[in-house]
């Protein structure tokens, strides 16, 4: 039993959610738009700012297939809210992290820094180490 595919997932105010009866699935928000078509077998519908996925078939793949998509459109309700984030953390004497004008400065032990060309529509931010 998929436990992830059971949880509904919640449509917060500022996100509107749509699923065609192909299985189109269509996520817009403050942060962009977002579209995925469901896999056979696993159907969604909206109710009350909620989304319920539910699958037709009681197979192993069905069932993967079905906690994948409940967290896939869990996914892109994030990503059209807050936008997706990845956080590092480096660890070791002398490891350090520099942003220098559009580039990310690192000093990971090699004998010479390593510059990275930051993306125009990426932000990196980076903490003061303690």
Known sequence: MSRIGNK????????KVSIDADGAVSVEGP????NWTLPR????????????????A?????????GISSSLIQKMVVGVTDGFTKQLEIEGVGF?????????????GFS?????????D?????????
């Open 96 to 108: 350090k992290a520099a942003v220098q004008g559009s580039n990310l400065n690192l000093n990971l």
């Open 122 to 130: 990426i932000t990196i931010p980076v903490a003061e180490s303690t």
């Open 8 to 15: 509904a997932v919640e449509i917060p105010a500022k996100v």
């Open 41 to 56: 077998n696993i159907k969604a519908s909206i109710e009350q700012d909620r989304v319920s996925v539910v699958r037709d």
């Open 58 to 66: 009681e197979t192993r793949s069905v069932k993967a297939l079905h």
């Open 112 to 120: 010479h820094p390593i510059l990275f060309p930051i993306p125009k």
């Open 31 to 34: 942060k962009g738009r977002l």
